[in-house]
């Protein structure tokens, strides 16, 4: 598995996928340069102009609470972001990163030891975090579940499963 | 040692034994979606599968903006009928039918030890039954439609225990207020929440589904009641199938137990915009609100109709302030409507529309101006959920909706009984 070195956007506890992906939305936007556009609109509303390929997003506990609306996971994804890290997830949010091949990795020392703005190494395959205030180490996805994930999301695997797609 | 009622649903399903942090593959029973299903069933047809597993587990409702607000819900709408009418999908409710979470249960689809799923995180609403029921995402359920299974964590269990006799006229949206004031906003992530006791047993099913409505709004993955008299009653020449009841056997592992004593419990609200930012209503009263929404699969049954048409009756909505007031279900209407609960929240000036989620995700019908507030029956109050990022949501009871409606500002319904 690849690394991924982007600057951070650092956010906090309980971002819930109201501000993530506004609800309006949900059954009019579907476009994915336009739901990239519309990514974080409610809570920060630099991120979308500003976001760069594989820039990580950082936050706190809880991160992608509220809504099933997979568009929260998939925006984040078509706007370039390489991965998200947070201290934890609603199991929601991080069921759609699975699905949608969007690495969510859970750290313990999630969002403290990250400084806004810092270009930090994540490497998947060592389970590490490089950042200013040192390296640090993530659990791995859960072995059932890898598999979707290496295939680049739930639709990708499925096919593969059914044999579809070789 | 004993298990759990979620490790004998899922280990039932699974066929096999099971432990919590474990993952298997399972196929739910039922599988629950509603205006997303357009957005589905094109991920469904990129799969590659012609036609869908098994019509007979689907239950498709229209429901989150209904009737449709503009072409493009419109749009929305005719491509599930194409896809229902494609499919041969049995169980289709259109825009007529009511709030997915209301339907389900009317209808007979919610049943003791079922494992359900739904493409929206109040699917949670049906363990109020007995079943095992979880929120999932859009491109699940469509791989659900292509093989009928799904990936699933067997959960740990928190249990709580809601003891102590209710106060008159404070109701389970109070009690559940007051468990995630208390446990935080993530206090029952991933987690299997059982509700249990005296508090809770002698709520009627219809405060029950409250509680189970808003166990998403805490993290956890399913919340339930172990069925008694009062649900075996409800599904009484309901159910759609013949059921078995699963509960957890008395030495089962329970990853945390609670206790909340309920006997002195005070009207909660809770504050922007966080839904475990609660606080009691002396503390917030007197707060003017340009809007109060009466409706959503939380707090719009016919119970909660009766306390607010009771609350209302020969009074007006204050002129300041404005009153959505959307029924669950045509079912709940109905019987409003010829209780007399209709014609008093008319004549109190109340604004009455169709059945459906209405305001509560920002689509239609009560959508807030920058710098508007609403106190609403409904389940979350984070920033922009009715719509406009610039207005403030406050989550309470129907019975404090109602007074303060008749106020225009958030009022302590013991001062105005």
Known sequence: MAKIVGRVWKYGDDVNTDVIFPGKYTYTVTDPAEMARIAMEDLDADFAKNVQPDDIVVAGKNFGCGSSREQAAFCLKYAGVGAVVARSFSRLYFRNCINAGLPALTLPESADIFVAGERIEIDLSAGTIQCQAGLFHFPPLPEAVIGIFNDGGLIPHTRKALGIDS | ?417
Request: proline residues 5%; negative net charge.
């Open chain 2, 1 to 417: 040692m004993g298990k759990t009622f979620a490790e004998k649903v899922l280990g039932q399903k699974a066929g096999k034994n099971v432990v919590p942090g474990e993952i298997v593959e399972v196929k739910p029973d039922i599988a629950m979606s509603h205006d997303n299903t357009a957005a589905i069933s094109k991920t469904f047809k990129e799969i590659g599968v012609a036609k869908i597993d098994d019509p007979n587990r689907h239950v498709i409702v229209l429901d989150h903006c209904v009737p449709a607000a503009n072409e493009k819900f419109a749009q929305n709408h005719k491509d599930i009928r194409a896809f229902v009418a494609e499919q041969g999908i049995p169980n289709f409710f259109d825009i007529d039918r009511g709030i997915c979470h209301q339907v389900l249960p009317e209808e007979g689809f919610a049943l003791p030890g079922y494992l359900m799923v739904g493409s929206d995180s109040h699917s949670t609403t049906y363990g109020a039954f007995g079943a095992l029921a979880t929120g999932i995402g859009r491109s699940e359920m469509a791989v659900i439609f292509a093989t009928g299974k799904i990936w699933l964590r067997v959960p740990e269990t928190m249990k709580i225990i809601v003891k102590g006799r209710l106060p008159k006229w404070i109701s389970s949206k109070d009690v559940m207020l007051k468990i995630m004031g208390d446990l935080s906003a993530d206090g029952g992530l991933y987690k299997s929440v059982w509700f249990t006791g005296p508090a809770i047993a002698e709520m009627s099913v219809s405060s029950r589904m409250v509680l189970t409505n808003m166990a998403v709004e805490f993290g956890a993955k399913n919340g339930y009641m172990e069925p008694d008299d009062q649900t075996l009653a409800f599904l009484k020449g309901r159910a759609r199938a013949p059921f078995t009841v699963v509960t957890s056997d008395p030495d089962a592992e329970l990853e945390s137990v609670h206790e909340f004593d309920v006997s002195d419990l005070e009207p909660l609200v809770a504050c922007p915009h966080s839904v475990d930012n609660v606080k009691p209503v002396s503390a917030v009263k007197g707060t003017r609100i340009d809007q109060v929404f009466f409706g959503s699969c939380t707090n719009a049954r016919i119970e909660d109709f009766e306390i607010v048409a009771g609350v209302m009756k020969g009074k007006r909505v204050h002129p300041s302030c404005r009153m959505v007031v959307i029924p669950a279900s045509r079912q709940v209407f109905l019987e409003a409507l010829a209780k007399g609960y209709i014609q008093i929240l008319g004549e109190a000036g109340a604004t009455i529309v169709n059945s459906g989620c209405g305001p509560c995700m920002g689509n239609h019908e009560g959508i807030l101006a920058p710098g508007e507030r609403v106190l609403s029956t409904s389940n979350r109050n984070f920033k922009g959920r009715f719509g406009c990022k610039d207005s403030e949501i406050y989550l309470c009871s129907p019975l404090t909706a109602a007074a303060s409606a008749l106020t225009g500002e958030i009022s302590d319904f013991r001062e105005h009984l």
